[in-house]
């Protein structure tokens, strides 16, 4: 089976750094991938590491490491707006399982 | 906006009941995905389909079913409500089968009583 760990709350200050980490167990890795979610909204993609190393999207970037079953996401220039739930997501682990697992999401609260 | 549309908003019925809800997904998705989320609650996976075709099945109760059409609209069928089938239903797509990058619709809000 699988199984994501992520911290259940984080609280950061208006324009400062964010890191929201994520461990997985699975028996079948294909990549990790991260959603966004406002309360009473959808979840938003924001990114997706299949190999080892950091992604970046503007304030937003990713890090995957396989070897330690570890990535994480991190928000720079924190905004008031990023204040939300965000998930990290991995692909079931069966051979051509086409879902995915996610967290159960770390809530974030940007303050001023 | 993601491009995925889901009707209706919010549903109230009773328990015992049946229901459908209904998802157009991103033009040009061929894969639509069903989730179910309760209060405070992960996304659960409920069932995924692929141009027609159910591809993927996660933990979803005999009371429900789904399909998806040949203009790839979908539809979850809930019935025999209980109380606790009381959740946000998302219907997510993308384009392919990998299931790596979805697109979220903005969900129904079901409340059984």
């Known amino acids: 089976g699988q199984s994501l760990e992520q911290p259940s709350e984080v609280t950061a200050v208006e324009g400062a750094i964010v890191q929201i980490n994520c461990t997985y167990q699975?028996?079948?890795?294909?990549?990790l991938s991260w959603y966004q979610q406002h309360d009473g909204g959808a979840p938003t993609f924001l990114s997706y590491n299949a190999l080892d190393g950091l992604e970046e999207t503007g304030r937003f970037s990713s890090f995957l490491s396989r070897s330690d079953s570890y990535g994480y996401l991190l928000l720079q220039e924190l905004q008031m707006k990023d204040s939300a739930s965000y998930f990290c997501a991995v692909r079931e682990g069966q051979t051509g399982a086409n879902n995915l697992f996610f967290g159960t999401g770390t809530r974030l609260t940007v303050i001023p | 906006d993601s491009g995925v549309t889901q009707t209706p908003k919010h549903l109230i019925t009773a328990t015992g009941q049946r229901v459908t809800l209904r998802c157009s997904p991103r033009?040009?998705?061929?894969?639509v995905y069903w989730y179910q989320q309760s209060l405070d609650q992960g996304l659960q996976f409920l069932i995924q389909y692929y141009n027609g075709e159910e591809r993927a099945k996660g933990n979803i109760l005999e009371r429900f079913s789904a399909q998806q059409f040949p203009d790839l609209h979908s539809e979850l069928n809930l019935s025999s409500l209980e109380l606790g089938d009381s959740a946000l239903y998302f219907c997510?797509?993308?384009?392919?089968?990998?299931?790596?990058?979805?697109?979220f619709g903005p969900g129904t809000r079901l409340t059984v009583t």
């Open positions: 699975t028996s079948g890795f294909y990549g």
């Open positions: 997510a797509s993308s384009i392919g089968q990998a299931p790596y990058e979805q697109y």
């Open positions: 033009s040009g998705d061929l894969s």
